[in-house]
């Protein structure tokens, strides 16, 4: 079993534990029991998760509250599943005391974590996450929020975990590409905060496909340790903590671009790439670290090139309208080399000039794939 632990400042319990082994699932339930004695738990969870099995694994007989979100996905990440959630644990006659436990991917964790946020003003919410998303990346953080009608995440409140579990083993039932679009978070980790994880990464790329469990275990416990500590050191997304933004500012005009037909994965592999090319033009780059990151990408079937149907205008229209842009235009994370981001008087966003990133989504388009 590896083990870390998070402190966050300022929050009241001070600190949770992540918890990291494979196979586990079916004996967690007595542990949870034994380390949040007094709380009632509620599950949340959805309907793939239960029909691979994973919520018969958690709970075996035991006859626990669980409310299942169907349709799986972020279709149902909206108020109204949260609201039906909430109602579910008034009907259960539960209290300030409720413990909520999340069992499924990022969408699970962000609904969960949401309603366990403002129920009753706020409850604990443990994390159990099964994808290589939440693993890597959402149930590690304390950002949850469900999505309004205009836009992702509109509806948000700060909750960190009161302990997170995860169970490498969960991976091994989850689609393809699922699997291999969260780990361009992982790759992303590693560019920001540690070469020697990239390495990791570069060697063992073929085991973690093959989602051999030992590997995957070592690749959540590098993810825990590098998002974990930045959300320690920035809680709130102050200054630090948007350097996990890395090639998200065009990842996310080019999935959103794409009418969401590409993962999210998929395109922030294409927004790291443009950061590279960005870095390239700004005379920042290594000479063949944009060839690695490539190399990766391309064993993880992800995209390095832009979609050919996506206009160059629309992506620039949706990078102005980011929710981070000053005088519409959002400052980029950049590396000076892999695992240091660049930092500029303090600062970890830095500007880069509309033309330059004009051009380099130009060049975007016509990279040899
Ligand atoms: N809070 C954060 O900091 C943060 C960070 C990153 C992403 N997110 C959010 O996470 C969401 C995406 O998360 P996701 O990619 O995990 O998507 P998801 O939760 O929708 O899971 C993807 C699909 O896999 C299924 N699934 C989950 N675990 C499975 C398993 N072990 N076996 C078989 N099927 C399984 C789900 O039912 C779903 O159909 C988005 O809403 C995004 O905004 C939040
Ligand atoms: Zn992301």
Redesign the pocket.
Same mark, same amino acid.
Request: charged share 25%.
């Given at each position: 079993m590896l083990e870390l632990e998070v402190t966050i400042p300022a929050v009241e319990s001070g600190s949770y534990k992540i918890k990291i082994s494979s196979g586990y699932l079916d004996s967690l339930w007595p542990q949870i029991q034994a380390d949040f004695n007094r709380s009632n738990k509620f599950v949340v969870t959805?309907e793939? #998760?239960v029909s691979?099995g994973?919520l018969q694994k958690l709970l075996g007989q035991r006859d626990i509250p669980t409310f299942v979100i169907s349709p799986?996905?972020?279709t149902s990440?909206n108020i109204n599943t949260a609201a039906s959630i909430i109602e579910a644990m008034e009907k259960a006659y539960l209290g300030r005391d409720t413990l909520v436990v999340a069992l499924?991917? &990022? +969408?699970?964790?962000?609904i969960a974590g949401f309603a366990a946020a403002v129920f009753k003003r706020g409850v604990g919410v443990v994390q159990i996450p +099964? +994808?290589t #998303?939440?693993q890597a990346?959402?149930a590690i &953080?304390g950002?949850?929020g469900v999505d309004s009608k205009l836009s992702?995440?509109a509806f948000g409140a700060f909750r960190h975990p009161t302990a997170v579990y995860i169970d490498a083993a +969960?991976?091994t039932?989850?689609?393809d590409r699922?699997f291999r679009a &969260?780990l361009v978070e992982s790759v992303k980790h590693a560019l920001i905060a540690d070469e020697e994880y990239f390495v990791f990464l570069e060697n063992n790329l073929d085991a973690i496909l093959e989602r051999k469990l030992d590997v995957l275990e070592k690749t959540a416990y590098f993810n825990c340790k590098i998002k974990g500590g930045v959300v320690a050191a920035d809680p709130t997304e102050q200054n630090k903590r948007r350097m996990l933004n890395y090639g998200h500012t065009v990842g996310h005009s080019v999935e959103q671009a794409s009418g969401f037909a590409l993962l999210?994965g998929e395109a922030v592999a294409i927004g790291i790439i443009a950061a590279g090319l960005i870095e390239f033009e700004l005379g920042m780059a290594e000479s063949d670290r944009l060839e690695k990151i490539r190399k990766i990408f391309k064993k993880l079937g992800v995209p390095v090139t832009l979609p050919p149907n996506l206009a160059k205008d629309t992506l620039i229209n949706t990078i102005k309208r980011d929710k981070k842009a000053i005088n519409k235009w959002p400052r980029f994370i950049l590396i000076d080399k892999i695992g240091q981001v660049h930092c500029e008087d303090g600062q970890w966003a830095v500007e880069v000039e509309k033309e330059l990133v004009e051009k380099v989504l130009d060049k975007l388009c016509t990279e040899k794939k």
């Open positions: 959805d793939n #998760v691979a994973h799986a996905g972020e990440k499924g991917g &990022g +969408t699970v964790g962000d +099964t +994808t #998303v939440a990346d959402s &953080g950002k949850t992702k995440n +969960t991976l039932t989850l689609d699922e &969260g999210h």
